[in-house]
């Protein structure tokens, strides 16, 4: 059985705002369903669909991407976690919240620039939309010269969070406007 790194469990309890015991609960049951410690793409579809009844398969499939950085058709413990905590979200505010704290990987409170490259790459992955790198590099230079108020090179989640909504391909795909955002990237 894989073990859960303590240092792990404060990081998901810190981002999720979900007691630690939950969390070992949580992990507890994972391994009982998946001995490996990892689930397939389809176990993913299948758990979020079991739990959120207002999710779809190809939202499921979309967000599973987003956690399956390496291709490997698996996700771990740390990723489920994550990954279906965004199935309950629903204010923009909640949303960009979770966002921050996805690519927060060290939980340190900021995100560096090849972490809002990674951010933008996700947002257009989550809209199903695939764009070149050159996009990607343009969109990131616009969010950090709209969301880095301080000018530091480093975001925090006040600043994200504060200024993410003035970016319209940002405001486009959390509000579902897919079809303006297909024709404007």
């Known amino acids: ?35 490996s410690g990892e689930m397939s793409k389809e176990q993913f579809i299948e758990a979020i669909l079991k739990k959120d009844k207002n999710s779809d398969s190809d939202s499921a499939e979309s967000l599973f991407g987003i956690f399956d950085e390496d291709g490997s058709g698996t996700m771990d413990f740390l990723e489920f976690m994550m990954a279906s905590n965004a199935t309950t979200l629903n204010s923009l505010e909640d949303k960009l919240n979770w966002i921050f704290n996805v690519y927060d ?67 486009n795909i959390l509000t579902n ?3 303006e955002e297909l024709g404007e990237y």
């Open 1 to 35: 059985m894989p073990d859960l790194d303590t240092k792990d469990v404060s990081l998901l309890s810190h981002k999720l705002t979900i007691p630690e015991e939950d969390i070992l609960k949580d992990h507890e049951a994972f391994i009982d369903m998946y001995p």
């Open 105 to 171: 990987k060290d939980g340190g409170g900021t995100i560096d620039p090849q972490e809002l490259r990674d951010i933008v790459n996700g947002l257009f992955s989550m809209a199903g939309i695939d764009v070149p790198e050159e996009i990607l590099d343009i969109r990131s230079k616009e969010m950090s010269e709209i969301i880095d108020v301080d000018g530091d090179g480093e975001i925090s989640k006040e600043e994200f969070v504060e200024n993410a909504m003035k970016i319209g391909f940002i405001h």
């Open 177 to 179: 406007n897919i079809g």
